[in-house]
């Protein structure tokens, strides 16, 4: 089964002492060299941090949350499609967009005075 980007989906928290889980937003598309195994998500919590991007709930095309939601594009994971279940919904584009922008931004390209990369 594919997963298709702007999906939340819970799936493992790493990092976490004890085994819990966290909706992931899917930011990958079929493109993904491994689309049909695995997507790259970034995290959701219900935690507002200052870079954090909010989601309203309007930002829901299917699906939402009983409680504020807040996306954190930092934390990002190659999320196994086996290891997820239990779909939350869809997020619309435009906010997906905003979080892979966001993401883009904590991984700038250095260039040298040349233009290109070093």
Not at 13 to 16: D, G, M, S, V
Not at 77 to 96: F, P, Y
């Given at each position: 089964m594919n997963y298709s980007q702007g999906e939340v989906w819970w799936g493992p928290?790493?990092?976490?002492s004890n085994s819990a889980y966290r909706p992931w937003l899917i930011i990958s598309d079929d493109t993904h060299p491994f689309a049909d195994e695995e997507s790259i998500a970034v995290a959701l919590t219900t935690q507002q941090h200052p870079a954090g991007i909010a989601v309203l709930e309007d930002n829901w095309i299917r699906g939402g949350s009983d409680t504020d939601a807040f996306i954190s594009p930092w934390?990002?994971?190659?999320?196994?499609?086996?290891?997820?279940?239990?779909?939350?919904?869809?997020?619309?584009?435009?906010?997906?967009?905003?979080?892979?922008?966001?993401?883009?931004?904590?991984?700038?390209?250095?260039?040298g005075e040349d233009g290109n990369a070093e």
């Open positions: 928290a790493p990092h976490k934390y990002v994971i190659n999320l196994k499609h086996r290891d997820i279940d239990n779909l939350q919904g869809v997020l619309s584009q435009t906010l997906v967009a905003e979080t892979i922008t966001h993401l883009r931004n904590y991984t700038p390209i250095n260039t």
